[in-house]
């Protein structure tokens, strides 16, 4: 998380329980060993409760390398997917943003991505409240950092600042001195501290307090914890749109040392909101060339590239450079840009690759009647029941209205939305939805994946299906394979079937026998962790085993012979 060490592999600190029976006879000599290792269970809400929400402040320790610091969180609140907090590590001057993974009975999850300074980024924090502190435990599935931290709450909420203002905001100063802004805040009454503010570029931040509420603005007390910025300044915010606030910071003369617009980026996710922006974002990319298998996502920088990429060219597929994308790679990029996803997969609004996996697991139907920007328009040419090819409804722009990644000849083109409806494969109007997703088999480098569901299906990463329109490594339906942030292989099925799932792990080229893989597999309930920074060497030529109920998922009860030692 925090201070840099050398890049060895950690095993994660997430343990789970294990239960145990040992039947022993008296006139043998060996006893059995039944051994089961129950998943952790995932809590069926949707939204953060309401303990974790506010502004808490603390100190933290890790081990791999040993270090301790201190930390400045403000949760915002939220739903599985979204922005709902940023976090500061002011003796390390790092910090950055929380995306939610999960929500347990007793727990949040949360993906913590370093926006600034040299922290180390994609830590997996679980945040428990206890005794009324914010209790947190940290790993990492790249490295052997692990750490926890106790954090005190900064404030109580309260009832004075008015709704629109809450939230997670960014943005920068275009006015006196120019420096990048990250706010949250929570509501509270009149002193109390409402939230943080961070300022990554200039390596500083604090927390506000309210000072006073009117109409028009709200003004705020700043006090800088960390870093060298100016400390007793005062902070106003001023609504200027339902999503854009205007930042003031001035001293208690009026001299104003920074003023700009800042955006809400969180707290939930706003799927109407999020379709217009994506409709936004595929208007731009238009004249852009196709490119068969592009999705967006650059595999060397591991980040959704802008629109400007998209013409110019992106590490795409093995990091080969090329520009532009394919239709469902359109749909993929857009809506996944637009949400500030900073995954391939984890946490998007489109999980699926191809077009007939955002059809049939990330879309509904609509009326022809009810479409808006952002909705797509599907098509199966030869009738066999998998989509071929989609299209992204954007609005009336000069009397087009459908951006449409038509093919490698055509590039990305404006369409009409009447005339492709006349197309004798046309299927229909869908607007997209949460991703639908019964199970994820998930490595972490370098190995890839031979899945067996329990219907007999097999994939891998030759399970290859190319068209003039896509490459996609699928069996349309039932299973996906993708490659994730920092190359790691998923396997993903829209449905969690009854039976036995068999798991082989292979390693990839170039990989040494020293080097270490994990592997997990979660479910809507559960997540097992089959193997932690397992040497390659030690891979087992059988495999991996998980039964499902078609509800939940676990390990078989594995027969271990120990010899009986006599007394």
Not at 47 to 64: D, E, L, R
Not at 542 to 564: A, C, H, Q, W
């Amino acid at each position: 998380m925090k201070s840099a060490c050398s890049p060895s592999t950690r095993l994660h600190n997430r343990q789970y329980n294990r239960f145990t029976l040992l039947v022993c006879f008296a006139l043998i000599s060996t006893c059995v060993l039944f051994s089961s290792t129950p998943p952790q269970v995932q809590a069926a809400s949707q939204k953060i409760p309401s303990a974790f929400i506010g502004s808490w402040q603390g100190t933290g320790s890790q081990v791999n390398p040993s270090n301790t610091w201190t930390v400045l969180t403000t949760i915002t609140g939220g739903q599985v997917g979204a922005l709902i907090g940023i976090i500061a590590y002011p003796s390390l001057r790092c910090g950055g943003e929380l995306r939610l993974r999960k929500i347990n009975p007793d727990s949040i999850e949360v993906l913590e991505h370093i926006t600034y300074g040299g922290c180390f980024d994609n830590g997996i924090t679980t945040y428990k409240v206890a005794n009324g502190q914010l209790i947190y435990t940290q790993y990492y599935t790249y490295r052997p950092t692990t750490a926890t931290a106790t954090q005190d709450r900064n404030n109580s909420i309260g009832t004075t600042i008015p709704e629109p203002y809450l939230g997670i905001w960014r943005g920068a100063t275009n006015q006196g001195r120019n420096w990048t802004i990250d706010l949250a805040l929570n509501n509270a009454n009149k002193d109390i501290i409402a939230g943080t503010v961070a300022y990554p570029s200039l390596n500083c931040g604090g927390t506000l307090a309210l000072a006073s509420v009117t109409s028009a603005l709200i003004v705020f007390s700043e006090r800088i914890t960390y870093g060298n910025c100016i400390d007793n300044l005062i902070v106003t915010l001023e609504l200027s749109s339902t999503d854009t606030l205007q930042y003031v910071e001035s001293d208690s003369s009026g001299h104003i040392f920074g003023s700009g617009p800042i955006t809400n980026i969180g707290s939930e996710i706003d799927l109407p909101t999020l379709a217009n922006q994506a409709a936004e974002l595929a208007k731009t990319v238009v004249t852009a060339p196709y490119l068969w298998g592009g999705k967006g996502w650059d595999y060397v920088d591991n980040t959704f590239v802008d629109s400007q990429k998209i013409f110019a060219g992106y590490n795409y597929l093995s990091k080969q450079m090329s520009p532009g994308v394919d239709c469902s790679g359109l749909v993929f990029w857009s809506y996944n840009k637009a949400f500030g996803g900073s995954k391939v997969l984890e946490g998007n609004p489109i999980q699926y690759y191809g077009a007939d996996g955002q059809y049939k697991n990330n879309t509904v139907a609509i009326a022809e009647a009810d479409i808006i920007p952002g909705d797509l328009l599907f098509f199966d040419w030869d009738s066999d029941g998998v989509m071929d090819h989609v299209a992204m409804y954007v609005g009336d722009v000069g009397g087009n209205d459908v951006v449409n990644a038509r093919d490698q000849n055509s590039g990305i083109i404006w369409s009409k939305k009447d005339d492709l409806k006349q197309l004798s494969g046309f299927r229909g109007f869908r607007r997209i939805k949460s991703p639908k997703v019964g199970i994820v088999i998930r490595t972490h480098s370098p190995v890839s994946l031979a899945v067996t569901d329990p219907s007999g299906n097999i994939i891998s990463n030759t399970t290859v299906i190319t068209t003039a329109e896509e490459h996609l490594t699928e069996i349309p339906g039932i299973l996906y394979y993708v490659v994730d942030a920092n190359l790691d292989d998923v396997v993903l099925s829209p449905i969690l079937q009854v039976g036995t799932y068999k798991i082989k792990v292979e390693p990839k080229n170039g990989t040494k026998s020293t080097d270490t893989y994990s592997l997990e597999v979660i479910s809507a309930d559960k997540v097992v962790t089959l193997a932690q920074n397992v040497p390659i060497i030690n891979i087992p030529p059988e495999g991996y085993v998980i039964n499902s109920t078609g509800t939940t998922i676990d390990v078989p009860l594995r027969k271990v012979f120990v010899p009986m030692i006599r007394r």
